[in-house]
Structure formats: C-alpha cells, structure tokens
C-alpha cells in the first residue's frame, strides 16, 4: 500500500506491506536510525516519536496509521550545530550513558517542557514512567529535564527585557 | 583521604569544564548519541544485506524427530533455511562456551530449554524472515525437563547433557574454597551459630538494546567483517577463528555504539554464529536482530544460587567464621564467563569486610533445563552473590544478637594497617579504610535520627525499615599467572600515537557499553602527558584497529586498560624526556615535568611543551642518539593483583502495612573506587547500579513453570525499575588508592548493583521486625512481602 507522511518536516510517499510499524519505516525505510527499537510490548520507550506533537511508542503504531500525520524523531530536535535546551540539558547533567533510550527520553521530555514550563521532579518521574533506562537510574535525566527548563526560563527572561528595551 | 557528598538533585553544575587530566568533564560521545547519530549494530545497513530470524523450541526438553524446511524454503523472500543438520555436515553444530563446556548452535539431537536455537531463515527483509519461521514444521518427542534445581541430582532426574559422552548426571562441577577443618574447629567453639538458608533468584541483565550481529564475509579476500553487540571484541574474534577455522587475520570484529551490556554481551551466542554462516552461505551480508523475549529466554541471565550461609561469632558480636554451601543452577549448557580457575567467578570473596579466623565454601553446580549462562547483570564474575551471602547472614546475626547492624560492623572491619589483607580463602585485599567510609554513609543519612524516627513509628504500627550493606569488591581481573579465559590472558594492550601537532590518538582493546571510555580514557591520557582531552581521539572496539586484549566486564576496564593508558603515556613522556633535552640543550637530569611541558630545573623560562616535542620529534634535524623519530608507544599490561573497592550503603524503605508495597524513601551511596577519573561518570555508574538492585531486590526475576515454560518472557511480565520505583540517590565517597594501579583507580562499574541488593532487602527484613521476620528472599513484591507478615515467606524457587 501507499503511505504518505510528513516526517521531520519532510514528505513522504512510499509503498509498503500494511502490516510495517512506524519504527521500521523511520529506521529501514527512510533510514533515520535515531529512533531506536527496544522491546514490542510498549514497556520501554526507546522508539518514542511525535505524531501530531504528541509522543507515541512507533513500536506499536502502524506506519500506515502515521499516513497523513505529521512525525518529528529526535534528528529534528537540534537546529543545525545549535542543541535544543533539552539535548544540552541531558549533556550536561549527563542525562546518558549508552544513549540507546535516549533519543525517546529526549521527545518525551522535549512534549513534556512545550505542555510544563516548570516541572516538579514528581512530575518529570510520571512523565517518563513508561520508559526504561538501564543505565542512568533516572537522577540524572531528572536534573536533565530542570536544567533546560531554568534555561528555558532565563532565555525567555532575557529576551522579554531585549524586547521591553 | 578525602571524603565528599555529592550535589543533589536540584543543583546542577551549570559549566563546561575541561579539565586537562582529571576532573568533572561533559562527555565526548554525547554529541553523536543526543543528536540520534549513534551507530548501534541495527543501524547498520549494507547494500544486499539479507536479514536473519532463529526458530526457537517451544519446549524445555524434547527430542527433535524430523524438521521439514521445504515450506519454508518455498517462501517468498527466503535465501536460505539452516537446520542443526546443516551445521552438522560443516562440523558448526557445537561450539566451545567460555566455561570449556560446548553449546549447540543449533540442536541437533534434541533441545535442552525453552528459547534453544534450532533453524535459522535468512530472506530479504524482517518480515519475510519471521514470516517463513511459520512455515518450518518441527516434529518433537517431549521429554521430562529437569526445572527445580534441587531435584536436578536425584538418581531418576532425565539426564539432560545426553550428547556428552559417558554422562549419567546432571552434575557440573563440584568447587571448594577455605579451610573446612579450621573452619569446623572455630564454629565448634563459637557462642553464637546463626544458619538462614538464602536464594539469589535468576535475573537477567536486559540492556535496552537487544544482542544483534551484521556478518558480512567476502568471498575473494577471504576475509569476514562482523559488528556485534559484544564487550569483547578481541576475545570473540579469537574465538570465531577458532571455531569457525577462518584465520584470525581474516576476521575483523566490530563493536560499534553498544546500548547497554551489564555482562549480557560477553558470550558468544549462536545467533552470532548464524549470522556469519548465513553470509558464508549467500554471499551477501547477513542481519540478526534478536527481540526482546528472544534476548530475555536465551541469553546469559545471571545468579540463580540457593546458599546456606552460617556465620559463628561471639556474644559480644565478633564474628570468628562463616561457611557456606551452594547449589548453583547453570541452565543447559554451562556458559558462565569467568576465568578458567575460578569456576564459581570470584565467590570466594563471599568473607566481605571482616576480618575472620576461618572461612569455607563448597558448592555444586548442575545442569537444568533452562538458558544457558551464569554470570552476568554487573555481577563482578559472581561477587554480587557473596555480597548478597555475607551482608545478609550478618544482619540475620544482627537480628539474633539484638544488636545494631551498623554496630555490628564497624566491630568486625578489617582495619586499615591490616591491608594488604589476605583472607581465608586466600584472596589479598590491595588497600581499605572501612570505617570512615561507614561512618559518612551514617553521617549523611543521620543514621541514629532515622533510628529515632523508626522506634517512633513502630509504636504507631508504621512498618519503616534501614538497611545496611558494607561490601568489598574484587574487580580488574587479572594477573595472567592465574587469570585467563578459555587459554586467553586477562590482560590488556594499549597503543598512543602523539601526532606531529600535538593531537593523539589512543587505542585500547576495551569497549564502552555507555561507560565513557571516549572521554575517560582522553582524560587518562590528558593527566599523564598535558594534551586536552579534546586533543585526544580514542579509538575501541574495533579489533583490526586496536590492540588485543580481553574486553569491558567485571570492572575491568579502569584497573586494566585504564592503567594500561597510563602506562603507556608514561613510556611516550619518557620519550619525549630525551627530546626535550636535546631541544633545551640540558641534560635529561635537569629536567622537571610540570603538566604539558619540561622545564630546565631552576629556570621555567626554559620549556619546551609536548606539543613542540611531538613537532621535533616527527620533524628535520638530529634527534639525540639512540632515539627514533614519531612519539609513539605501545604496551601489554599485565595487573599484579585485582583492585578492591568498597562502599558504604544505607537504605531507608517504607512499608505499607495494608498492601506490602515496598518504597525505596532513601537510598544513601559512599563508594570507594581509589583515585576518581571523572567524578561525573562515576556518580552516573552508581546511580545505574544502585536501580539494577531495585529491581533485584524488589521486581526482577525470571521464574518456570513446572514443564520450564519461562515466565519472564517479555518486559510485561519482567519488571525493570521505570522513574517511578526509585527514590533521588544520595550518594558521597572516599578515596584509598590502589598501591599498584598506576593512577590508583580501583573500578566501580559494578559496585552499585553489587552492594544495593542486600542494603534493600535487609532494609525490608527491618520494617517487618514487627512480625518477628528475620528473613526474606528477594524479589520483595506485595504478595511476597504480605506473606512474610504472616510467617508464611517461602523460597521464590
């Protein structure tokens, strides 16, 4: 069947079986392998992308159910050279390890930040509660998540006085 | 000595340090992983490539009557089916395990557990692959698996090793360590003589990622080209040569960004065997990507020990001995990855921190019907089982003595002008200083106000619960006089090339699963010669690229490879020493190091950095005699003795009196690793471990049923800690060097997963004081918890 996608902002029309998942059209057929593939149950989010701006599991979502929507994975998070808040967040408070969850932990923190400016730890752990790091026992991803909404926070600031001026 | 607590979790170092040695310093591998650059094996994509799918048995233990693959064949797609009949024909079906065992590549008599490869499909894409699986007809004749491990020994248990020849059992082997006699002596005069019988369930290491392999051989050069999700490349080549005859020279292993190993990537599975023979038998690159039930039912799990620990001591609370008898469950084909000479890993260190008069293990092992491994899951090649023994019979003491557990302890350390200690069964403890490191753990939990605060809500009927664990460790294996694996010494290569600018290149022969090794290994380097680590390119895993050595597991990489870069920058600076001279016109005597440079003694006007050294060194003009142009070196090392951490940990549960739940509040880490490379990764690899113990302790296990259906077969049903389950780690140190590590580092990958489990469980054993529970085996969940309340626990095997 024909399946038609916006993904990263790019469209997309290819001919595939019914029955493919969204990861496997992300990784095998449009080759962005930053979306990684982890478990087929929905227990650990490493496959986390956007549909429509929301995080799904592209583990358990047909590619042909992503026909017509908009995708964004995590090769659209930087904008060029530039890290999104996020990405620095997690480099610097050292939010990984292997970095094979990390590319779903940084959507769903990324949707996380664009719905919760501010977010409580407790509400950063609810947030990540459907996806698994083995590595890092989530501390770090929590301190993360703070560190890009402070900065968020200050860029903001400081570009309302650039405006007020 | 120093002892710091480190930041929590609403501070954060907002900075970029780049610190020319060691220190705090963001990572160099971020930058491809947080940008979904990373190349893990599954992303690797060649032109032609086929994809490879395993047929596994549905049942723990059968015969295999007839396989008919002709449907299969027939499927749209598929390039090849391979039955163990095939292998058999190109004498593939066996293959050596690291344990001097053979495991079958693809059963051919019969299947010997749940998950056991028996065909394999190779087809164009995933799908195809799985879809023809379906059409393989397997003809089976079931036969009585052996699934309890205590019963795997009875005269009329169905023997399970058939292929092995003369075998009338199901014994593995039989291992011994202590004095029994002294140890008999001493507990025949001890007061006190507390017995509790203790399961370390069967867990399994589950990185995110699954195992994989990309084979591609090519047919004209002869030459085979394998990524693979393996922590030892080099170990694993050597192997395939041996295995598969191919020259080792012709083979090339590549272990590319690695998601997560913990032990499970240090085997050698069929699966990679398939690959490789699927590309020898297409002629084109060959995938394999397990899925997750796939990587929980056939791949190494770890523990499974049932222990019967004793501990004799005084009345007054000295220990004098402690003895112990295990029945270890090896699955069906004993793959466990540990040095030759140590059959049960290093469970010899099971004495922990105490300073005894006698000590005595003996231990046999079987075969099941179950998967096949043993060591894995960041166990230090079996130290988290005799962590778990000690630290759990010491609070059983504890419990009978009615005396405090911290107490307790701090009575029976080894003390410092004891080390090295040698031990009762023999291994020499390299350097330790217990107390202060108790005592900060005590300190930053405010030990005696959570005691206040306990007695108080016990009175309320509150069920709150501390638990203590004080563990050593025995990492960086090994000296090559006793150390090796399957022939192969555990020791490790390192080569450093200074370029003409000044910039560097270090290869090294271990591999980072998402340790670090790019940016600890550039700091290594950084220390030793004053290039940034930003200067410093470091290359791994990659065996046609780097030199030999036996890989990333059991902590190993800082106490060996790590020494071995800080060997081999030695030997580059002593190089550059000489050039210096001749630069400075100064005799090698008049010279001083200062980080980055050589200064003539008495005038630091007259210097000459390493980066003019290296331009000398490669560039026109005389050099002194005797001495070569470049700035290179290379080095084998080989450790003098293992390195032995330790730590303080301090766990703080609730209980809930109405439905069992069990809630980590506090969890309070002090580790001692010796010298600190980066404070940043070592506070992550604590932290990672500390939740692999959670999950122990409280969620993980993967049990059978009576027929040896696993029930721990998918993520639904085997429980990992989510953000949820864990509390914000507190976690501070204290520094004791190594005295023979180079640099002083002693490792800590592993500490954490090896010292929280029994912080957790005697922390529960606590809360339920009330109840008059002295023990309980993990996993702690509601129903087992709810159980212990009423007198009932029971073994969870």
């Known amino acids: 069947m024909q399946v038609t996608m916006t993904v990263n902002g790019v469209e997309y029309s290819r001919e595939i079986e019914g029955r493919m998942l969204l990861v496997h059209f992300l990784r095998d057929v449009l080759g962005l392998t930053g979306t990684h593939w982890g478990c087929d149950t929905s227990n650990c989010g490493v496959c986390v992308v956007w549909m429509d701006g929301e995080p799904v599991k592209s583990c358990t979502v047909l590619a042909a159910m992503a026909g017509g929507h908009e995708v964004r994975t995590v090769e659209d998070l930087a904008d060029g050279a530039e890290l999104d808040p996020i990405q620095e967040g997690f480099r610097q408070c050292h939010g990984l390890q292997c970095g094979f969850c990390t590319p779903g932990m940084l959507m769903t923190c990324r949707a996380l930040l664009d719905k919760n400016p501010d977010p409580t730890e407790g509400e950063i752990r609810e947030a990540i509660s459907g996806q698994i790091c083995r590595c890092t026992g989530y501390s770090s991803i929590i301190r993360s998540v703070r560190w890009a909404a402070v900065h968020e926070a200050t860029s903001a600031r400081e570009q309302q006085e650039v405006a007020a001026q | ?797």
């Open chain 2, 1 to 797: 000595m120093s002892t710091t607590q480190d930041a929590k979790l609403t501070e954060f170092d907002d900075n970029d340090q780049k610190p020319i040695g060691f220190g705090r310093m963001l990572r160099k591998e971020d930058a491809r992983l947080l940008r979904g650059r990373g190349r893990f094996v599954d992303d690797v994509q060649l032109p032609g490539m086929l994809h490879l799918a395993i047929l596994r048995s549905p049942f723990a233990h059968a015969t295999i009557v007839s396989i008919d693959t002709s449907a299969a064949e027939a499927s749209p797609g598929v390039k090849a089916v391979v039955t163990g009949e095939t292998l058999k024909g190109l004498g593939l079906a066996w293959m050596p395990t690291l344990s001097n065992d053979v495991q079958a590549v693809l059963a051919t008599d019969k299947v010997r557990f749940q998950g056991q490869e028996v065909a394999f499909v190779v087809a164009e894409d995933r799908y195809q692959a799985r879809d023809a699986l379906e059409l393989i007809d397997v003809e089976y004749d079931v036969l009585d698996p052996v699934i309890d491990v205590r019963k795997a020994l009875e005269p009329d248990a169905p023997i399970i090793r058939t292929d092995l020849e003369g075998k009338t059992n199901n014994h593995v082997f039989d291992w011994e360590t202590g004095d029994e006699a002294e140890t008999d002596r001493v507990f025949a005069s001890a007061d006190v003589i507390v017995t509790e019988d203790i399961v370390y369930p069967r867990v399994h290491p589950a990185p995110m990622e699954t195992c994989g392999s990309v084979a591609d051989f090519d047919p004209v050069e002869g030459k085979l080209k394998l990524w693979s999700t393996t922590q030892a490349p080099h170990a694993h080549r050597t192997l395939y040569a041996i295995v598969a005859g191919i020259p080792e020279h012709k083979i090339q292993v590549i272990a590319p960004d690695i998601g997560g190993g913990f032990g499970n990537k240090v085997p050698i599975y069929p699966g990679y065997v398939h690959s490789i023979v699927g590309s020898i038998v297409t002629g084109k690159p060959v995938k394999w990507m397990e899925d997750r039930s796939e990587n929980l039912i056939s791949t190494g799990f770890a523990r499974d020990y049932i222990m019967r620990a004793e501990i004799a001591a005084t009345n007054e609370g000295k220990i004098l001995a402690i003895r112990t008898n295990v029945l270890a469950d090896h699955g069906a084909f004993n793959g466990t990855a540990a040095p030759v000479k140590y059959p049960a890993g290093f469970f010899g260190v099971f004495t922990g921190s105490y300073d005894l008069q006698a000590a005595h293990c003996k231990m046999t092992a079987v075969y099941t019907n179950k998967a096949p491994g043993g060591v894995a899951y960041a166990c230090s090649f079996r130290i988290t089982e005799a962590v778990y023994l000690v630290e759990r019979i010491v609070d059983v003491l504890a419990y009978e003595l009615q005396m405090d557990p911290a107490e307790l302890r701090l009575k029976n350390f080894i003390q410092p002008e004891q080390f090295p200690y040698t031990t009762k069964t023999g291994w020499v403890y390299d350097s330790g200083n217990y107390e202060p490191t108790m005592r900060l753990a005590m300190e930053m939990a405010g030990y005696d106000e959570l005691r206040k605060e306990q007695a108080e809500k016990r009175a309320r009927g509150e069920l709150m619960g501390i638990g203590i664990s004080f563990f050593t460790e025995a990492v960086g294996a090994g000296p090559r006089k006793n150390m090796d694996i399957l022939g192969l010494g555990m020791a490790d290569g390192c080569e450093l090339r200074v370029h003409p600018t000044g910039k560097a290149v270090v290869r090294l022969s271990v591999k980072t699963q998402g340790q670090g090794h790019e940016t600890t290994f550039a700091q290594i380097i950084a220390e030793e010669l004053g290039i940034p680590p930003a200067d410093i390119d470091v290359v791994h895993g990659d065996t046609d690229n780097t030199p030999f050595g036996l890989g990333t597991y059991g902590s190993r990489s800082t106490p060996v490879s790590g020494a071995a870069a800080a060997l081999v920058a030695r030997k580059v600076r002593d190089k550059a020493k000489l050039i210096a001279s001749a630069m400075l016109e100064v005799s090698v005597a008049d010279l001083d190091w200062v980080k980055g440079s050589f200064q003539v003694k008495g005038d630091p006007g007259m210097s000459v950095t390493i980066q003019d050294i290296a331009f000398r060194a490669h560039g026109a003009g005389d050099l002194p005699d005797g001495v070569e142009g470049g700035l290179e070196a290379q080095i084998c090392y080989n450790p003098s003795n293992l390195t032995y951490p330790h730590g303080a940990y301090i766990c703080v549960v609730d209980v809930d009196p109405g439905t069992a739940e069990v809630k980590v509040r506090r969890f309070i880490a002090v580790d001692d690793c010796g010298t600190r490379i980066n404070p940043m990764i070592i506070e992550g690899q604590v932290h990672g471990g500390l939740t692999d113990g959670v999950g122990m302790a409280l969620m993980e296990m993967i049990s059978f049923d009576e027929d040896g259906n696993c029930l721990g077969a998918s993520l639904m049903d085997y429980l990992l800690p989510t953000a949820l389950e864990v509390p914000d780690w507190e976690t501070g140190f204290t520094v004791t060097p190594s005295p023979h590590h180079p640099i002083g580092a002693k490792g800590v990958g592993e500490s954490a997963t090896v010292g929280s489990p029994p912080a957790i469980v005697n922390a529960v054993v606590d809360a339920l004081k009330p109840f008059g529970v002295r023990h309980a085996d993990m996993p702690l969940t509601p129903s087992r918890v709810w159980d212990a309340m009423r007198g009932q626990a029971t073994p969870p095997i």
